[in-house]
């Protein structure tokens, strides 16, 4: 069975920085690229990030691209995200997902329970 | 970046089809694979549709998904409506120039 956890949410003050990390299980992890995907209080889904499968090619969304890092370790199956510079507009449920392919273009197969982040001082 | 629009809600019966669309604002609808979730409330989005009209093993037959070219949209069929259908449902889809995932703003499906 499929299983992501997301670690490391939480509250941070504006302009701080926060690590979230994606543990992964029941699949194998190098085979296939990794997503975070955001929710903000009531609103849609959002897009944040991605990162290939072997090669570790990482894509961004405009909001956060030169605040957020994502990267992966495929010997402890692990995807994080380094995020620095935080905004109010980045308060979010960060979820994790896993790609369906090594490419993140053609959907998400499994989800974390999502990590919630609170940007306020 | 190019727009995925969705209605804000729709409603329908148990039992019915409902239809919910999908418009791309430019660009051409086949250009990338798009991609369906359903999201209940208070839970993690769930993959129902992915390129376009396959379905993740599991999903029941009763979803499915397809593309217009001369709407440049593409819709997500639900048949049989259960009252637990009720959710949010939202698609995506990928810009090449960009490499950025869109996602549509979501349509929120009412059951009564």
């Known amino acids: 069975e499929v299983q992501l956890v997301e670690s490391g949410g939480g509250l941070v003050q504006p302009g701080g920085s926060l690590r979230l990390a994606c543990a992964a299980s029941?699949?194998?992890?190098?085979?296939?690229?990794m997503s975070w995907v955001r929710q903000a209080p009531g609103k849609g889904l959002e897009w944040v990030s991605a990162i290939g499968n072997t090669n570790g090619a990482t894509f961004y969304a405009d909001a956060v691209k030169g605040r957020f890092t994502i990267s992966r370790d495929n010997s402890k199956n692990t995807v994080s995200l380094q995020m620095n510079s935080l905004g109010a507009e980045d308060t979010a449920v960060y979820y994790c997902?896993?790609?369906?392919?090594?490419?993140?273009?053609?959907?998400?197969?499994?989800w974390g329970q999502g990590a919630l982040v609170v940007v306020s001082s | 970046n190019f727009l995925l629009t969705q209605p804000h809600s729709v409603s329908e019966s148990p039992g019915k089809t409902v239809t919910i669309s999908c418009t791309r604002s430019?660009?051409?609808?086949?250009?990338?694979?798009v991609q369906w979730y359903q999201q209940r409330p208070g839970s993690s989005p769930i993959l129902l549709i992915f390129e376009d009209n396959r379905r993740p093993s599991g999903v029941p037959d009763r979803f499915s998904g397809s593309i217009d070219s001369s709407s440049n949209s593409a819709s997500l069929t639900i048949s049989g409506l259960k009252t637990e259908d009720e959710s949010d449902y939202y698609c995506q889809s990928y810009e090449t120039s960009s490499q950025h995932l869109i996602f549509g703003g979501g349509t929120k499906l009412t059951v009564l």
């Open positions: 997902a896993k790609d369906i392919s090594g490419w993140f273009a053609v959907g998400a197969d499994s």
């Open positions: 029941g699949f194998t992890f190098s085979t296939y690229a």
């Open positions: 430019n660009g051409t609808i086949g250009s990338n694979f």
